[in-house]
């Protein structure tokens, strides 16, 4: 990866992360598969990981026959070992991480005195704990790579209030927006930019039809992969902390 002097224009912004090395979890598919393609269009090293082998390989094979360079790891983000072991795989495919993507999230969508202490614990773990333990695990190769890079993404419900049958998720999202904005003020003189992206219910497998969505008035998931690149690539010396993505549902109508 080289840093480009000249940040204005986007195809020399394009060549500052060409041949990064980005972990991107949840990537199996919803948001983690359209942003692990996009960072790969972008001539980034993309390790996916997540539970299903079957669905990484595919994206896997997406990226290397669209010319991009892609590797798989399986990883469970409820075993508390994971996040370590998983930082340390991808470190070994290259010798180097240069920034992570957490897309990784689960929600039961059931109120909580129906929600076993287990069922309650594993969402902290997954939307919460597991992110930490990964950034923990991947700081030193973060500030080594000197414009290294955290992107969370997070949930509009971190911030607005959020309706029923989603404590356990609300709870894990709203403790990962206050964790990233500390740790952009712990660490923000090591070059390491953290960026919490907080999107409105998008078109994905986690939110289920039994719910009554009409999908056609969620975010594509392709839109929050813009934001990721939006927001990953180096702009002087500024930081953007937080952004949040709103649906427009008559725009994406338009273009169905």
Known sequence: ???????????????????????????????????????????????????????????????????GDAAVLAADLTDTNGPASLVAATVAWQGRLDGVVSCAGAARFTFFNRMSAVEFTDEIQVNLLAPIAIV??????????????????NSIVSRAPAPARGTGYVTAKAGLLHFSESLFAEIRDSGVAVTSILPDLTDTPMIPDRLG????????????????????????????????????????????
């Open 1 to 67: 990866m080289t840093i480009s002097s000249r940040e204005s224009d986007d195809d020399e912004i394009v060549v500052s992360r060409r041949g990064a090395v980005v972990l991107v979890t949840g990537g199996s598919g919803g948001i983690g598969r359209a942003v692990a393609l996009h960072l790969a269009s972008k001539g980034l090293r993309v390790v996916l990981s997540g539970r299903r082998l079957d669905a990484l390989a595919a994206v896997q094979a997406e990226i290397v026959e669209s010319g």
């Open 136 to 153: 923990r695990a991947a700081m030193p190769e973060l500030v080594r790579a000197r414009r290294g890079f955290v992107v969370f993404i």
């Open 213 to 256: 969505y009409d999908r056609t008035s969620l975010i594509d998931p392709a839109s929050i992969a813009d934001a990721v690149w939006f927001v990953m690539t180096p702009r002087g010396h500024a930081c953007i902390t937080e952004l949040h993505l709103r649906s427009q549902p008559s725009l994406r109508m338009e273009h169905a």
